[in-house]
């Protein structure tokens, strides 16, 4: 019913509207349309109200809730079913659970905020409440396991699209996971497998963005958007979910349905690394090279001094100056 009044409210924002209105399109009594407006301006909406002139929608709260983010969202796949908590240990391990119990790929978990946020290989990933997007999509690809990588730039191309198109910044992906805004981490990106019998019954791909957060809460090589914006004005967390799931939908069709050549050629636009001097951190070792781009499935090229080329599918890598 909220959601009701919220659609009339919505669609006439510039004007008021009358209970009366409200009751006849919603079909109830106007005691019940106050009812629920006093409910929604405890949630935080900002409702203006004139003595028998009705109602104004001036404001939402600045919440990631399931209704805010599917408004209008209209996509194919992605997010077509929206979870959103309050605090949560990780979104990722919240979307495992429902992915193990037969959660369909439309399915997206949202929080406000992370008590243990993951990064890859048992890091963490610091989530301040109400500041941050931290959401985990369930992924179901017809794709073998050895072929999941890609999944992950997919969804690096996915946020630098939505981060430039968003907030006007250089985005730039940093090979595999993370994107930086003037050389700042300002997003990362955790996908996890869950394999059966050699084969990929699901994917959780996990993507944290730092949107308003204050630099004091993060680490030292990290930043927010708001922060590298030049003005700092705070940005709208909804509308940058909603931008980021609409390109997530876009690139995650091109690439079930096509193929990973897309993915390749828009991540070479955004990529940090590409043609640069890079060291490659493995478990034991450290490689120095020039990274050449990156193959089919997602790994990426680095030519050794003495010409050797290698591929790597899972590593940290950075610039070297
Ligand atoms: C990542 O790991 O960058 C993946 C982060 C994925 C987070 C999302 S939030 C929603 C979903 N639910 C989860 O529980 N996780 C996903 P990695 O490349 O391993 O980087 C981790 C490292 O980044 C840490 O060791 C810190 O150095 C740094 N770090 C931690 N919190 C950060 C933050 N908020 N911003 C930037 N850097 C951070």
């Given at each position: 019913m909220d959601e009701k009044i919220l659609e009339i409210l919505r669609a006439r924002r510039e004007s008021f509207v009358t209970a009366e209105e409200i009751g006849a399109r919603a079909e109830m009594s106007k005691t019940t349309v106050f009812r629920h407006i006093h409910k929604l301006r405890e949630e935080g909406y900002d409702i203006q109200s004139q003595p028998h002139g009705g109602y104004r929608l001036v404001n939402i709260p600045d919440r990631l809730s399931a209704q805010e983010l599917g408004w209008r969202l209209h996509t194919k796949t992605i997010a077509k079913k929206i979870l959103a908590y309050d605090v949560v240990d990780s979104t990722n391990a919240v979307a495992f659970a429902l992915a193990q119990r037969g959660a369909s790929e439309h399915t997206a978990v949202f929080a406000e905020g992370q008590k243990k946020g993951r990064g890859r290989l048992g890091r963490q990933w610091v989530s301040p409440k109400s500041k941050g997007i931290y959401c985990s999509l369930i992924l179901r690809p017809k794709?073998?396991?050895?072929?999941?990588?890609?999944?992950?730039?997919?969804?690096?191309?996915?946020?630098?699209?939505?981060?430039?198109?968003?907030?006007?910044?250089?985005?730039?992906?940093?090979?595999?996971?993370?994107?930086?805004?003037?050389?700042?981490?300002?997003?990362?990106?955790?996908?996890?497998?869950?394999?059966?019998?050699?084969?990929?019954?699901?994917?959780?791909?996990?993507?944290?963005?730092?949107?308003?957060?204050?630099?004091?809460?993060?680490?030292?090589?990290?930043?927010?958007?708001?922060?590298?914006?030049?003005?700092?004005?705070?940005?709208?967390?909804?509308?940058?979910?909603?931008?980021?799931?609409?390109?997530?939908?876009?690139?995650?069709?091109?690439?079930?349905?096509?193929?990973?050549?897309?993915?390749?050629?828009?991540?070479s636009d955004f990529s940090a690394l590409s043609g640069k001097r890079v060291k490659v951190y493995l478990a034991n070792k450290s490689v120095e090279g020039q990274a050449l781009g990156i193959d089919k499935k997602g790994a990426l090229i680095v030519r050794q001094d003495n010409g050797f080329r290698q591929h790597f599918l899972a590593a940290d890598a950075i610039k070297v100056r």
């Open positions: 794709i073998s396991p050895d072929q999941a990588a890609i999944v992950t730039l997919m969804a690096a191309v996915s946020c630098a699209q939505a981060i430039r198109k968003m907030c006007g910044l250089n985005a730039l992906i940093r090979w595999p996971n993370d994107i930086l805004v003037n050389d700042k981490k300002v997003c990362g990106i955790l996908t996890q497998m869950y394999v059966r019998d050699n084969s990929l019954e699901f994917i959780i791909l996990g993507i944290g963005i730092n949107v308003n957060t204050g630099t004091s809460k993060l680490p030292r090589e990290a930043s927010s958007l708001r922060e590298e914006c030049r003005d700092k004005s705070p940005i709208c967390r909804i509308q940058l979910s909603q931008e980021l799931l609409r390109h997530l939908d876009k690139e995650y069709a091109y690439l079930v349905h096509k193929g990973p050549e897309h993915i390749i050629e828009c991540w």
